[in-house]
């Protein structure tokens, strides 16, 4: 195949991709764009996997998570991006196979971490349960 041609094609679909807003074997989904294979969620855009998502981008395996972006084998979490295989993250990046972290960055195994400081697990809900509070951040 000649390179221009193969060039061409692949910009075409491409085009083809980015303007075609279906959302394929996906159920019950709500102001979703090329989401697959997701069910229960809203506002989402190329998703895969996720149920009872809100407003969550670029990510697989989501469950039950908000404002996620780039994110892969998440739960109830919220405003995380580019974490996997993690849980109960609130305003977290660059996290993996971490749990009840809030406002944390780049840690991997942790949990019950606060602005990456470890807390013992009574700290953590007191502390976050006023950060919910003041931040007006939703909970997981």
């Keep these: 195949m000649d390179p221009k041609e193969f060039q061409r094609k692949l910009k075409e679909l491409e085009h083809q991709f ?4 279906v959302n394929n074997k996906s159920h019950n989904l709500t102001d979703c764009t090329r989401c697959s294979s997701c069910v229960f969620c809203s506002g989402s855009n190329r998703c895969y996997k996720c149920s009872y998502c809100d407003n969550c981008d670029n ?9 996620c972006s780039g994110s892969h084998s998440m739960a109830n979490s919220v ?29 991997s195994k942790k949990d019950f971490h606060i602005l990456n400081e470890k807390y013992s697990r009574s700290e953590y809900f007191k502390i976050t349960g006023l950060l919910h509070k003041t931040l007006r951040v939703r909970k997981p």
């Design 59 to 67: 990510s697989t395996n989501l469950t039950h998570c908000s404002s």
């Design 18 to 21: 980015d303007t075609n807003p």
């Design 79 to 107: 405003d995380c991006s580019n974490c996997t295989n993690s849980a109960f993250l609130v305003m977290c990046k660059d996290m993996t196979e971490c749990n009840y972290c809030f406002g944390c960055v780049g840690l």
